[in-house]
């Protein structure tokens, strides 16, 4: 029988929340959908977790007990001796947020195996995992905050001009990590220090001007049948100078937080301006499924940044398109209409094996 198949975990910083987009997801459709639960563990491997519903269970890493499956040719097996096959799959949600599961890694995995999913292909989705090559291809699509991509080989190089271009207040993030993990307002006195934790981290690091008087924008996209569907505009409120991954995951529940505004209370301008970026940018990287952009608008120049792309956002980003009409259930079966097609690895005999050239 086939399945819609629910991937969450993978060694993240964010595998936690993966967890709970997973059972919220699962929750909701369970009356409509027959499903499977794939959780991917720290290590990369993964279980059969369809009848684990209560988040906790996750809690001690060490003590979890589930059954390792194998994917192979678009089916679930269980893995032993016989590979006993559980299920043919469907189609796949992937609720994995950053690492293997959003930088376009699982992606790839899927198609080779050919499997349809619903979120980026796995070119798209390492474009978007990468903020300076996200930043780099959208230069002329929408403007984008100046920084600097420092690595272990280019480190004096790149803080040397820092030190002399860059004004005083900063903000340093990892490169390719997702989420709010690692982000941090530095000024040129310790900016360094922040770039040296994230190298335990990530393998790069962003350091941006910092724009001190600014608001932030969120809005998601999603493809539907009749085309590009927009979501409401939240404007998350921040107590720090940047929105910190307590504020954004471990305040209260996402649909009836008070640390965000939706919609959000702007002109018609800039709400123009923000729909219009967010469906240049989810055409030109040729996105699929539930995408998040996310901006930062400099109140005093009045001028709005692209900061970065998420294309598998918190709860899929559900509360936001709740306010433009589109309910849990209608949002999961357009992922599913709308999922990747399965890709062609073509060959033919170029005849250059018979030819004695050895």
């Not at 922040?194 to 790069?204: H, M, T």
């Not at 952009?293 to 792309?309: A, G, H, Q």
């Not at 998420?310 to 709308?338: C, H, K, R, W």
Request: charged share 25%.
């Amino acid at each position: 029988m086939k399945k819609i198949c629910i991937f969450f975990g993978g060694s993240s910083s964010e595998h936690d929340i993966s967890i709970i987009t997973a059972t919220q997801l699962a929750n909701n459709i369970v009356d409509r959908y027959e499903i499977e639960k794939i959780y991917i563990g720290l290590d990369n491997n993964f279980y059969l977790a369809t009848k684990i519903n209560d988040i906790k269970y996750y809690e001690d890493k060490s003590n979890i007990k589930l059954k390792q499956v194998i994917i192979h040719d678009g089916a679930v097996y269980q893995k032993g001796a016989f590979s006993k096959k559980i299920c043919d799959i469907f189609v796949v949600i992937n609720c994995c947020h950053g690492g293997v599961g959003e930088n376009g890694d699982l992606a790839g995995f899927f198609e080779v195996n050919k499997i349809r999913y619903t979120s980026c292909d796995a070119l798209s989705a390492h474009i978007c995992m990468d903020k300076t090559l996200t930043k780099s291809i959208l230069k002329d699509t929408v403007p984008t905050i100046n920084g600097e991509l420092v690595t272990i080989n280019n480190y004096d190089e790149k803080t040397l001009k820092i030190d002399k271009e860059f004004p005083s207040e900063l903000i340093v993030k990892p490169n390719a990590l997702g989420s709010s993990i690692g982000v941090k307002a530095c000024n040129k006195e310790n900016y360094r220090d922040q770039i040296q934790a994230i190298f335990l981290l990530n393998d790069s690091a962003l350091v941006e001007e910092r724009i001190v008087n600014m608001l932030e924008y969120n809005q998601a996209c999603i493809k539907t049948r009749e085309g590009l569907m927009l979501s409401a505009i939240e404007n998350p409120i921040k107590n720090s100078s940047i929105l910190s991954f307590d504020e954004k995951y471990m305040n209260s529940n996402k649909g009836k937080r008070k640390d965000r505004i939706i919609p959000a209370k702007i002109t018609k301008k800039l709400k123009d301006t923000i729909d219009t970026y967010t469906k240049k940018i989810y055409e030109k990287l040729d996105l699929n499924g539930v995408v998040r952009i996310d901006y930062i608008y400099d109140v005093d120049k009045k001028i709005l940044y692209l900061n970065e792309v998420n294309t598998i956002p918190g709860s899929m980003a559900y509360y936001l398109f709740e306010q433009v009409g589109l309910d849990y259930i209608s949002l999961v079966d357009n992922l599913i209409e709308n999922a990747t097609n399965i890709k062609k690895f073509s060959y033919f005999d170029s005849g250059v094996l018979s030819n004695k050239l050895l």
